[in-house]
């Protein structure tokens, strides 16, 4: 069976976690389980076919380092598939700079 990443297993994964189960063995990134996406010593996930980024972005600044921190974490193997499922910063309480 082929090994499905999620990092950020909150809500939204947690949901999408039964149909996914069907597919794939999953294994959850998050902080519960030791991983942080602001720390990226913590971010040593093995290998994967597969990543669902469910992680909220950061709530400050104009870069998204979560997302910079997960893709240069090393991933043995070959991960041919990415998807990246989240909410926009606005909708999770913080307002989006204007003029984007």
């Not at 996914?20 to 602001?38: C, E, P, T, V, W």
């Not at 104009?62 to 043995?76: H, I, S, Y």
């Not at 041919?80 to 204007?98: K, Y």
């Amino acid at each position: 069976m082929k090994r499905l990443l999620i990092a950020g297993f909150g809500d939204i994964a947690r949901r999408a976690a039964p149909a996914l189960k069907r597919h794939y063995a999953i294994a959850a990134l998050a902080r519960q389980n030791g991983f942080d996406l602001d720390r990226p010593e913590t971010l040593v996930p093995g290998s994967c076919d597969a990543l669902l980024h469910c992680a909220p972005p950061p709530h400050h600044g104009e870069r998204d380092l979560r997302t910079a921190n997960l893709l240069a974490a090393p991933v043995r193997g070959s991960t041919s598939r990415a998807c990246s499922i989240r909410r926009p910063r606005e909708r999770a309480g913080v307002p989006m700079p204007s003029g984007g």
